[in-house]
């Protein structure tokens, strides 16, 4: 298996994080966004969005962190990663979801915009992901887990970027849930972390 990835990347981590999780093994090939690697003729032919990661398994070539996540969910792990169950199911995709919107487009891009300089506005970022961060802490009052009680690709989604939330100019000392929470996954066997973390 070999990952199309870059180490500061939140979305590479969630694939780096799910394959330490179930134990996979994977070779990596570093992508160099600031020399634009990712807009190379060559690139394009594995993802013609121009984006990371990419996931290469035998014949089979996977881009988007969402898609990604399913697949190795699907292929190499237990059923509690992605359910079959329809409301199960359900309840997990709901929180690709919010991954997919207020994490990214909030928690991400006001990380993006500190760091990289994204020309994003940063405080209209940081609003949308405080109303993310507020929804999970919520969820998380009562519950150890996002969906159906089990640690899921729901979590392995939404953590990178909530882990972040500092480098997004964003404190997470009063969301006490989202914290223990937090902790519970760093504290999963196979657990791996980033710079930032």
């Not at 399913?70 to 979801?97: D, F, I, K």
């Not at 996002?146 to 997004?168: E, F, H, K, T, W």
Request: hydrophobic share 45%; aromatic share 10%.
């Amino acid at each position: 298996m070999k990952l199309y990835d870059m180490l500061l990347s939140g979305n590479c981590y969630k694939i780096r994080l799910f394959c330490g999780l179930l134990g996979l093994e994977y070779e990596t090939v570093p992508i160099d966004l600031a020399k634009q690697e990712n807009r190379s003729p060559e690139f394009l032919q594995l993802n013609p969005r121009g984006q990371i990661p990419v996931l290469q398994d035998g014949e089979i070539r996977l881009w988007d962190s969402t898609a990604i996540l399913v697949y190795l969910a699907r292929q190499y792990g237990a059923p509690h990663w992605l359910p079959l169950e329809p409301s199960a199911l359900a309840e997990v995709m709901q929180w690709l979801a919010l991954a997919q919107n207020e994490l990214l487009y909030g928690l991400a891009r006001a990380r993006a915009a500190n760091l990289f300089g994204r020309p994003w506005d940063i405080g209209q970022c940081q609003e949308l992901g405080k109303r993310g961060l507020a929804v999970l802490e919520q969820r998380l009052e009562n519950r150890e887990w996002l969906a159906n009680g089990r640690i899921s690709i729901a979590d392995v989604a939404c953590y990178p970027y909530v882990a972040l939330a500092s480098q997004a100019g964003i404190a997470l000392d009063e969301y006490r849930h989202i914290g223990a929470w937090l902790q519970r996954i760093g504290r999963q066997p196979g657990y791996v972390g980033m710079p930032g973390l």
